[in-house]
């Protein structure tokens, strides 16, 4: 069984500031993780997703996340905060044959000007 | 080839009536996954497809849901009777062979259902 727990409902930042979104799996077997982006009544696209090898793993618009499998995590962070940014960000997990991803709650990211 | 389409974009129909949706995956994909997506909450998986094979089925799938894939290529998901905790997003995914490692999963725009 496989499961994703994003801490944090709402981010609030200011414009320029430091972005960190938490994210903690549970998964049996090795994972695949992602980190997605949801602006309203749209799709989601990836933002960045870690497979296998380097445990940094940088995505779009200057994500990046980091595997930290003792700690279970992959939290996404950005240096700088953009008015941009705002938007619904889900954290995923698949792993094994049928790799059918399992989404965390989405955490919404406020950026403040 | 322009990415994953969804049809239609929204629907607004009444309690009791059936709706179709359509999802048409990137074209060499053969993975093919639908969701269902609630207010202030994640997507959750309701089936999934490897070609034309239905290989798996959440619970969340009550019997008046029912998914197909045809010749393997565009997949209709179809409610029957819809009730008003059907209003939702509904989300199509496609992904290549190799799955979270041959290049993840692309997802459609989804068609929001309101049901009246």
């Known amino acids: 069984a496989q499961s994703v727990t994003q801490l944090g409902s709402h981010v609030s930042v200011s414009e320029g500031a430091l972005v960190l979104l938490r994210c903690n799996y549970s998964?049996?077997?090795?994972?695949?993780l992602f980190w997605y982006v949801q602006y309203p009544n749209q799709g989601l696209q990836l933002l960045l997703k870690?497979?296998?090898?380097?445990?940094l793993v940088k995505g779009i618009n200057g994500f990046e996340a980091e595997f930290k499998k003792s700690e279970t995590s992959f939290h996404l962070t950005k240096p700088s905060a953009h008015m941009s940014d705002a938007a619904e960000y889900f954290c995923a997990v698949t792993s094994g044959g049928s790799y059918i991803p399992t989404f965390g709650r989405g955490t919404s990211l406020i950026v403040h000007p | 080839d322009t990415g994953v389409s969804q049809d239609p974009r929204h629907k607004i129909t009444k309690r009791g009536q059936n709706v179709t949706f359509r999802c048409d995956p990137i074209s060499e994909h053969n993975r093919l996954y639908w969701y269902r997506q609630t207010l202030g909450q994640g997507p959750e998986f309701l089936t999934y497809f490897q070609n034309e094979a239905q290989l798996e089925k959440s619970r969340l799938l009550s019997d008046r849901f029912s998914a197909e894939r045809p010749k393997g290529s565009f997949s209709t998901l179809e409610i029957q009777r819809t009730e008003q905790g059907d209003s939702a997003m509904y989300l199509c995914?496609?992904?290549?062979?190799?799955?979270?490692?041959?290049?993840?999963?692309?997802f459609g725009s989804g068609t929001r259902l309101t049901v009246v």
């Open positions: 995914a496609s992904s290549p062979p190799a799955g979270p490692i041959g290049g993840g999963y692309t």
């Open positions: 870690y497979t296998t090898g380097a445990t």
């Open positions: 998964s049996s077997v090795p994972p695949y």
